[in-house]
């Protein structure tokens, strides 16, 4: 059974950097894709980046863009997202989704429907 368990999130201010991580057990992680997806209050859950199964692809949603970085490492099972210029509109719950290959996006962004596994979320909170 495949596990997903994000690190805990936090409180931050504007401007700050946070970064979370994704512990993976019950897969293998070359050929195992990976994303995170963030879902703020009273909105529906939106994708925020995804990283192939042996790292060499990215994407990105346009907002966060040159801000976030997702990375992992397969030798510990580990997937990250290094946010840095945190703003309040990033407040939110964060998720860590785990997709089967083929990785299949549109427009660059990874929609809900092709996440095969979910962790549990994680809260993210900018203050102003």
């Known amino acids: 059974q495949v596990r997903l368990v994000e690190s805990r999130g936090g409180l931050v201010q504007t401007g700050d950097s946070l970064t979370l991580s994704c512990e993976t057990s019950?897969?293998?992680?070359?050929?195992?894709?990976m994303a995170w997806f963030r879902q703020a209050p009273g909105k529906e859950r939106e994708f925020v980046a995804a990283?192939?199964?042996?790292?060499?692809?990215?994407w990105y949603q346009s907002s966060v863009n040159g801000r976030f970085t997702i990375s992992r490492d397969n030798a510990r099972n580990t997937m990250y997202l290094q946010m840095n210029s945190l703003k309040p509109e990033d407040t939110g719950v964060y998720f860590c989704?785990?997709?089967?290959?083929?990785?299949?996006?549109?427009?660059?962004?990874?929609?809900?429907?092709?996440?095969?596994?979910w962790g549990q979320g994680t809260q993210v909170t900018v203050s102003s």
């Open positions: 989704a785990g997709i089967e290959s083929p990785l299949i996006t549109r427009g660059g962004i990874v929609e809900e429907e092709e996440v095969d596994d």
């Open positions: 019950g897969r293998t992680s070359y050929d195992y894709n």
């Open positions: 990283i192939s199964g042996n790292g060499y692809e990215t």
